[in-house]
């Protein structure tokens, strides 16, 4: 079992940074950003596996995916932010690998709560 705790978000101006952290109660080495936006499926943002990160193309350039082992924290710096990157933000993982793709909700067993962004135009 872990547990996952959001923090970070808030609200920001069209063009504004924030950034999450999502803290583990222990090491897990498969970890990722989703986010839900009203009425929309949750989608994919960025994750981590074997030592590389995927992202969506929603988002690439812009947000920028890190992991801090020693804290057990994976962090999530959002850059030129949009109003479309407006949703609630969730941490993903799971100790194992498996073969479903990284930003595949499917892939992950354990979820934080959910931290909120909003951005304004």
């Known amino acids: 079992q872990v547990q996952l705790v959001e923090s970070g978000g808030g609200s920001v101006q069209a063009g504004g940074s924030l950034r999450l952290s999502c803290a583990a109660s222990?090491?897990?080495?498969?970890m990722a950003w989703f986010r839900q936006a009203p009425g929309k499926e949750r989608e994919g943002v960025a994750g981590?596996?074997?030592?590389?990160?995927t992202y969506a193309d929603s988002v690439k350039g812009r947000f920028t995916n890190s992991k801090d082992n020693a804290k057990n924290t994976l962090y999530l710096q959002m850059n030129s932010l949009e109003p479309e990157d407006t949703a609630m933000y969730y941490c993903?993982?799971?100790?194992?690998?498996?073969?479903?793709?990284?930003?595949?909700?499917?892939?992950?067993?354990?979820w934080g709560q959910g931290t909120q962004v909003t951005v304004s135009s």
């Open positions: 993903a993982a799971d100790f194992q690998w498996n073969p479903v793709p990284v930003l595949n909700q499917k892939r992950y067993k354990y």
């Open positions: 222990g090491y897990i080495a498969y």
């Open positions: 981590i596996s074997v030592g590389s990160t």
